[in-house]
């Protein structure tokens, strides 16, 4: 059989990454999250801090490249190639295909749903939950009050969003973008990860 | 699927040595910066030495330098940001969304190009004496200015273009086409000025062909349905989301150039409102810019070279290759602006006399050069570590030193010091902007190496 990848984004606060491992620990296969920047920087010969700093954020160091006051067109133009949030986003989706051509694996986040468009088996999912108990989940992990806690995911459900948007061709948490959206508030983590791990089996006949 | 094509990293960069890979980065970006530099040189020196045409003619040129300053900005909006996009997709591999990228960069290029064209074409004469021209120069600046802004659109597409193919992987055709870009200006230029007596009209109309024909050839390349990414029907039509994306990207070097251009208005009128001669000081500024200008980009291909192998490093935790490729290249650029400031300084006569026969013009244009160079050498060093700041990633710092230097120190000075001591204060306004610039980057480049010195010791003492 081929690989399998599974591509996951989620809202901030809405599971996910419980329901990934769970879904990871049924089928026995690996899970990726910011593992993968390990992964990156080991191939690339980078520091993961590097990989770490630019995870999940947008470019903005090529804003800077562009300060050369001096500059003509024909100069900004012949610019940009330091390193980038760009060029290590194309090293860590080169990572994350290698990782999918090698071994079938769960990873979280980081457009792999893009990324990885062409794997002829690449399940794309999407996870989101009710805001109370996305609230009430980011409360409990960070241990902060419920005005803090909604904070906390307003900024990264719009850091995630404008990542993603910035990165790929779909819109985060647009149902056209994935196969398959599911609020994992109605059935609890446990439960939405059995159905996602039978949605597999059946789309696989595993 | 991925087939491991090309891996982004060259690991080149953190095991070959560095003074070898600084050769090997910047002598292709400084032979770029330097073709583009003479390509803003040739009309100045063609012009200035058409018989019986003096000071009026070059002073009506240089207030045409801010015009082109603003048709940079809306270039580089739309073309920084569609390459930057587009470069991103072809990192994916994904030729399906760049090629629409590609199509909507070649339509707003038209569409921003006309629109500019037209603007500009309708208020002209307003544009131009707010830009500092005087009813004496105003002829010489409408008729550059119509040519040029006719071709405003192949401009547009000729740089546009030339961004693609960059991003596209064809970095070397790109700067053959830059070069073949000048070269034919400085065939055609004389040819146009004084063979076809067409005078100042002729430098605009070099210019415009030779893009014109450096446009056919790149055109030509793009549309080899070999390529993966090519022009191809039914790409042009605007995507709003492609439109949004570029112009998100576009913005700041929009905004940079646009600062640029405000700064030169602000010095033409300061010249024209404080000095004897508004007309002979704004033509001298245009000079020793000019010439003050060809080592600034030498620098700046310089330092084009040395943003990967710092980037690099900084990444791989190369702390001692950081150092050496920063104070190479702060060396290398220090030496290149020390012999501009020779030139600028001792020999500022022969440099004039190459872009004007007129006596009074030669004088004026040398003592602007002395003034103006007074502290050149410490220029390189600013701008390579300036650049360095960006390479490491610390954008914000990297923003802050290069606004002091170039608008944040610059602009109040223009403004006040004039007020004191009369048309002097605009001139001596800009060397002492270098110097405080130069002081404020030495102490924050100190500053910076003090932090990395105590999170060094810091972690020995950890571990």
């Known amino acids: 059989m081929k690989n399998i990848v599974i591509a996951i984004g989620r809202e901030l606060g809405s599971g996910g990454k419980e329901i990934a491992e769970i879904l990871a620990a049924r089928l026995g296969i690996k899970f990726y999250d910011k593992k993968l920047l390990e992964v990156a920087a080991r191939e690339s010969g980078l520091d993961t801090t590097v990989f770490e700093n630019a995870d999940e954020r947008e470019s903005h160091s090529f804003i800077g490249n562009m300060f050369s006051i001096h500059g003509s067109l024909a100069n900004v133009l012949s610019g940009g190639s330091c390193m980038d949030n760009d060029q290590l986003f194309a090293i860590q989706s080169d990572a994350i295909r290698d990782l999918a051509q090698t071994e079938s694996c769960i990873i979280v986040g980081r457009c792999a749903e893009y990324v990885l468009r062409e794997h002829p088996n690449m399940v794309s999912i999407f996870i989101t939950a009710d805001s109370a108990e996305r609230i009430k989940r980011v409360m409990e992990r960070e241990k902060a009050s419920r005005e803090e806690a909604a904070e906390i995911i307003a900024k990264g459900d719009k850091r995630r969003r404008q990542y993603h948007d910035y990165y790929s061709t779909g819109k985060w948490g647009e149902a056209r973008s994935y196969d398959l959206c599911i609020n994992s508030s109605h059935m609890g983590i446990e439960a939405t990860a059995e159905f996602l791990y039978s949605y597999i089996r059946q789309r696989f006949q595993l | ?463």
């Not at chain 2, 953190?14 to 400084?30: D, H």
């Not at chain 2, 013009?361 to 103006?372: F, G, K, N």
């Open chain 2, 1 to 463: 699927m991925s087939n491991n094509i090309e891996k982004k990293v060259p690991t080149e960069l953190g095991t070959e040595k560095v003074g070898k890979l600084l050769m090997l980065y910047a002598i292709p970006a400084i032979i770029a910066q330097t073709a583009a530099s003479l390509y803003n040189m040739i009309d100045s020196v063609f012009i200035g030495h058409i018989p019986d045409v003096g000071a009026e003619a070059i002073s009506g040129l240089a207030t045409t330098f801010p015009f082109m300053n603003l048709s940079a900005a809306f270039g580089a909006m739309v073309g920084v940001g569609g390459a930057t996009q587009l470069s991103v997709r072809l990192g994916q591999r994904d030729y399906e969304s760049a090629k629409n990228i590609l199509g909507n960069l070649v339509t707003l290029n038209i569409v921003v190009g006309v629109i500019f064209a037209a603007i500009s074409l309708l208020f002209l004469d307003e544009i131009l004496f707010f830009f500092g021209a005087s009813n004496a120069t105003l002829p010489f600046a409408r008729d550059f200015m119509i040519v040029i802004l006719i071709g405003n659109p192949v401009t547009h597409m000729y740089f546009g273009i030339n961004a693609a193919l960059r991003a596209s992987g064809h970095p070397k055709q790109a700067m053959y086409a830059t070069i073949l870009t000048v070269v034919m200006n400085i065939i055609l230029a004389p040819v146009f000025i004084y063979l076809l007596g067409w005078g100042i009209k002729g430098a605009a109309i070099a210019t415009i062909l030779s893009q014109c024909i450096t446009l056919a050839w790149q055109t030509k390349l793009l549309s080899n349905p070999d390529e993966l990414l090519h022009l191809q029907r039914g790409i042009y039509k605007l995507k709003k989301d492609i439109v949004k994306g570029i112009l998100a990207i576009g913005m700041s070097p929009f905004f940079i150039n646009a600062a640029a251009c405000i700064v030169v208005i602000i010095i033409n009128k300061g010249l024209r409102s404080y000095g004897e001669d508004g007309d002979i000081s704004i033509a001298a500024y245009g000079i020793a810019n000019r010439m003050q200008f060809i080592f600034v980009m030498v620098v700046l291909g310089l330092t084009q070279g040395m943003q990967p192998i710092v980037g690099y490093n900084y990444g791989a935790k190369r702390p001692d290759r950081v150092k050496r490729a920063l104070t190479l290249t702060i060396f290398w650029g220090t030496l290149v602006t020390t012999f501009g400031f020779v030139i600028c300084e001792f020999f500022p006569e022969t440099v004039a006399m190459a872009f004007t026969t007129e006596p009074v013009l030669i004088e004026q244009s040398a003592w602007a050069m002395r003034v103006m160079s007074a502290f050149m050498p410490l220029i390189g060093f600013q701008l390579v570590t300036t650049n360095f700041f960006q390479s490491i990633g610390m954008v914000n710092k990297s923003i802050f030193l290069s606004l002091t230097r170039q608008v944040l120190l610059l602009i109040p000075l223009l403004l006040i010091l004039p007020l004191f001591i009369g048309e002097k204060g605009v001139w001596y306004s800009m060397p002492i902007s270098d110097a405080i610039a130069a002081v404020l980057t030495i102490v924050m480049l100190a500053i910076q190496f003090k932090e990395w010195k105590r999170e060094d010791v810091g972690h020995t003492i950890q571990n």
